[in-house]
């Protein structure tokens, strides 16, 4: 008798593949204000949220209102940081991207006005300002890839904190193990392969190969539904080697 699949078994949503919410300490996003204030705000304290692999600051601003965002390098309590069109230009300050000189690093920046922060969120990650185009700035990211955003979406100009932490050697499974659970990934992951075929539509066989081909279609039931699911082009790409 075979067993339910990896992809069966996360969508019936049992505790083993839930997100561990009740240990998050929150979003890390920018509050809504009017686009046109400048607030003054103050880092009374940096946190750390298990799973993210960079700290928190969070932040309360002169009006009382209170936020959290992933720390940049540099931050210490007690630290100011302005938020707004009118914010100095330095390491913190959360500002309009059209506001930000060109060549500057910039992280947690919006795609949108007020969507609280969408790109360059990691540890040590960060982009780069590249230019403007008309009513938009034009961004490299972290990939290389160059991005074009609107110049009202807000970003803080720095690194986030955390730099370096992926080139610290996991060293034992064990490691492995607790850094998967508390992201609520699947550790350690059994190879369709490796199974048999009442467990797998990829197992069975003499050896540990597929032995034909995996696209399957995006309409696939969970049980048939591993692989190369609605693949949009099959073999050897052109010119590769």
Known sequence: ??????????????????????????????????????????????????????????????????????????????????????????????????????????????LRPQDGGKLARQAGSYATIKGRAGNRTIIQLPSGKTKTIPNNARATIGIPAGGGRIEKPLLKAGANYYRS??????????????????SHPHGGGSHQSVSRSTTVSRHAPPGAKVGHIAARRCGRRKGAH
């Open 181 to 198: 659970k508390v992201k609520a990934w699947k550790y350690p992951r059994v190879r369709g392969v490796a199974m048999n075929a009442c």
């Open 1 to 110: 008798m075979g067993k339910r699949i990896l992809v069966q078994r996360a969508g019936r949503g049992t505790p083993t593949f839930r997100s561990p919410r009740w240990i998050k300490k929150g979003p890390a996003r920018y509050p809504h204000i009017p686009p046109d204030v400048t607030l003054r705000g103050r880092i009374v304290d940096l946190i750390h949220d298990p799973g993210r692999w960079v700290p928190l600051a969070k932040i309360v601003l002169e009006n009382g209102e209170e936020f959290q965002i992933p720390a940049f390098e540099g931050a210490h309590l007690g630290q100011v940081i302005y938020i707004g069109p009118e914010a100095p230009v330095r390491v913190g300050s959360i500002l309009p991207v059209g506001k930000i000189p060109e060549g500057a690093v910039i992280y947690n920046i919006e």
